[in-house]
C-alpha cells in the first residue's frame, strides 16, 4: 500500500507529473527538461532528486551530463503511467510537453552550459 500511496503523491505534483511523462517517452538531463518545461533547472533538480529518492528514475552520467531515465521495473507505475499516456490527449499541458520534446532539435553541445 506504502508503494501505491507514494506513486499517487508524487504524480499529485504538476510539476513531477509533468517531468515522469517526458522520461516515459526518452531519457533527458535535467537542462532539457528545463527548456521543455520552462521551469527553472534548480526545481527541476529537486523535482527529480525526490524521483530519485523514491526510485522512480535512473541516472546515466554521458561525459559531463547526468540523464535521468523513467525505471520501468515497478509494475505500478508503469501501468499508471501508460494509463496517462493512453489519455494524454484530456490532458493540453502534457500534449503541449510532448509535442516540444518531439518537435524539439536539440543540440547536445549547448546543453547545461
Known amino acids: 500500500m506504502n508503494e501505491l500511496t507514494n506513486i499517487y503523491k508524487m504524480l499529485s505534483d504538476e510539476t513531477r507529473l509533468r517531468i515522469i511523462v517526458l522520461l516515459a517517452q526518452k531519457e533527458l538531463c535535467v537542462c ?3 527548456d521543455i518545461l520552462e521551469v527553472s533547472q534548480p526545481s527541476i533538480s529537486k523535482n527529480l532528486s525526490k524521483l530519485r529518492d523514491l526510485d522512480f528514475v535512473t541516472t546515466e552520467r554521458k561525459e559531463k551530463f547526468i540523464f535521468y531515465n523513467l ?3 515497478n509494475p505500478i507505475l508503469k501501468r499508471t503511467i501508460q494509463d496517462i499516456l493512453e489519455n494524454i490527449n ?3 499541458q502534457l500534449v503541449l510537453d510532448k509535442n516540444k520534446h518531439v518537435d524539439r532539435k536539440f543540440l547536445f553541445d549547448n546543453c547545461c552550459n
Open 90 to 92: 484530456d490532458f493540453p
Open 71 to 73: 525505471k520501468t521495473d
Open 32 to 34: 532539457e527538461i528545463s
